[in-house]
């Protein structure tokens, strides 16, 4: 059997704050099925040769917290299946604005619903004072301007450069091994 994986990202959300994280253990020699049998707790895992193991998990609560949360600016993310309708709090408004979500990554200021924005957004931000709500609304305009050239493209819209294109120099290939180890000073 080779190792344990890495235990997968948490899949709770600020909303959801209940998630399942997940890790997996391969057999790597099919011929050891017989004797690592009695390991495998269902027939499922039997039959893929994966042992699966999942925890319960929430996010820390740094991370949920409104404030910091709703100070992000607007994350539209990158393409990747269906853009979807989102909401964001705009510090510059101290509203709930529309935006489309592209679909993969993006920021945490990012709620499926107006309602959703405003429950947690509007209270916390309005208790603060005038200097901090102040300097959210820069920061927010400040990252926007980060993340947009002068044409207006957004950076994540960029095209790699075209040394990224250029194969790969593997280097030398290794003398042959069969003479035994080589150290050298």
Request: contains cysteine.
């Amino acid at each position: 059997m080779l190792p344990w994986t890495a235990w997968a990202p948490c899949n709770a959300t600020c909303e959801t704050r209940e998630g399942i994280q997940s890790r997996r253990r391969y057999l790597a020699r099919p011929s050891e099925a017989n004797s690592c049998h009695h390991l495998f707790r269902s027939s499922q895992e039997l039959q893929t040769r994966v042992l699966t193991e999942e925890r319960a998990c929430m996010p820390p609560p740094e991370q949920c917290d409104p404030l910091t949360v709703c100070a992000e600016g607007r994350k539209d993310g990158v393409t990747c299946g269906d853009p979807q309708p989102a909401f964001y709090y705009s510090a510059m408004e101290h509203a709930c604005l529309a935006f489309t979500y592209l679909g993969c990554k993006g920021g945490r200021n990012r709620f499926e619903s107006r309602e959703s924005c405003e429950r947690v957004c509007l209270a916390p931000v309005q208790a603060l004072p005038a200097w901090r709500r102040e300097r959210m609304a820069f920061l927010q305009y400040k990252t926007a301007q980060m993340s947009s050239n002068a044409s207006g493209e957004v950076a994540s819209e960029k095209q790699p450069k075209s040394y990224c294109g250029l194969p790969m120099d593997a280097g030398e290939e290794c003398p042959d091994s069969s003479q035994g180890p080589r150290i050298q000073w």
